[in-house]
């Protein structure tokens, strides 16, 4: 549909649970007040954002994502050293090695359904990845609407979650590798990382979400471990059914944001020997609630 006063801006949903194509706008311009409060409107009602056919140098994206907050610095820097590196808000997600190094990071393997860096204390807003070179097939990256999730809960579920916390382990990466510096975890509830609801309330819209982070040792407080797994188990063959997702078949010069408040996301693996490369930055996040009165009694 055309959005009034933004300057013939098309927003066209895809069919699925979440996720809509953004037409008309070129993202290597400024963005005036209406057409952003357009898309930004937009953000919130899909949940993921697509803009097609984009021409952007690093400084143009992060502009744009700028428009929604501050954002992170990247975990990890697009050089070896950070101190040289002209844009520490730019994340390179990529399998190409040049001199045998890695110029980026998550390689070509498969990623878990996850949200991002949910084992901190507080987590981004949400996420934007630029395509830059797209192997032939493989590498499609899947999203999954929380707020579908939470919704269809079947009611024993949604009352034992209801006030309950969980630990998001820090230990592991979305491929499943140990990080750097951290140690085997044997037992769940020894898990390093934060502690957040399970529902978590959107503070814009003010929906909830199933908040879940990822799943290889997750803990939810206060229960015997064996009723934590079972409870955690219950909840992933929910959230990961196929009619809350959505993939993204990547082109160069796809923009996708996502909002990392109500989704999760996945990718699949591809073949090694071809080429990805993707620049992605982050907009610097809150601190997760739940708002106990969303929910009716």
């Given at each position: 549909m055309d959005v009034p006063g933004s300057k013939h801006i098309t927003v066209i949903p895809?069919?699925?649970?979440?996720?809509?194509?953004?037409?008309?706008?070129?993202?290597?311009?400024?963005?005036?007040?209406?057409?952003?409060?357009?898309?930004?409107?937009?953000?919130?009602?899909?949940?993921?954002?697509?803009?097609?056919?984009?021409?952007?140098?690093?400084?143009?994206?992060?502009?744009?994502?700028?428009?929604?907050?501050?954002?992170?610095?990247?975990?990890?820097?697009?050089?070896?050293?950070?101190?040289?590196?002209?844009?520490?808000?730019?994340?390179?997600?990529?399998?190409?090695?040049?001199?045998?190094?890695?110029?980026?990071?998550?390689?070509?393997?498969?990623?878990?359904?996850?949200?991002?860096?949910?084992?901190?204390?507080?987590?981004?807003?949400?996420?934007?990845?630029?395509?830059?070179?797209?192997?032939?097939?493989?590498?499609?990256?899947?999203?999954?609407?929380?707020?579908?999730?939470?919704?269809?809960l079947p009611a024993e579920l949604k009352r034992a979650i209801i006030g309950k916390s969980c630990k998001h382990d820090s230990s592991r990466n979305s491929a499943g590798e140990l990080r750097k510096g951290y140690k085997e975890v044997t037992d769940p509830r020894e898990a390093p990382g934060a502690l957040h609801p399970i529902i978590r309330t959107h503070p814009v819209t003010r929906r909830n979400a199933l908040f879940l982070g990822r799943r290889r040792n997750a803990y939810i407080v206060g229960l015997p471990l064996d009723e934590s797994e079972d409870l955690l188990n219950r909840l992933w063959a929910h959230a990961s059914k196929p009619e809350f997702a959505w993939y993204q078949k990547w082109k160069v010069g796809d923009l996708v944001m996502w909002d990392n408040r109500c989704t999760m996301h996945r990718r699949d693996a591809f073949d090694p020997s071809s080429r990805r490369l993707m620049h992605r930055t982050q907009i610097k996040g809150d601190r997760p609630f739940f708002d106990a009165a969303s929910v009716a009694a």
């Open positions: 895809n069919g699925a649970a979440l996720a809509a194509d953004i037409v008309g706008v070129d993202l290597s311009q400024p963005l005036d007040a209406a057409t952003f409060k357009a898309v930004e409107a937009a953000w919130h009602q899909h949940l993921v954002l697509r803009f097609r056919d984009q021409k952007l140098d690093d400084p143009a994206l992060l502009a744009f994502a700028r428009r929604f907050g501050e954002l992170d610095q990247a975990p990890i820097h697009a050089v070896g050293d950070a101190n040289e590196d002209p844009y520490p808000e730019i994340t390179v997600m990529s399998n190409i090695t040049v001199n045998g190094v890695s110029i980026g990071n998550l390689g070509h393997y498969e990623a878990e359904w996850h949200t991002d860096m949910s084992y901190n204390e507080r987590c981004p807003i949400g996420s934007l990845l630029y395509s830059l070179e797209v192997p032939p097939a493989g590498g499609d990256t899947g999203f999954s609407n929380m707020y579908a999730a939470f919704e269809t």
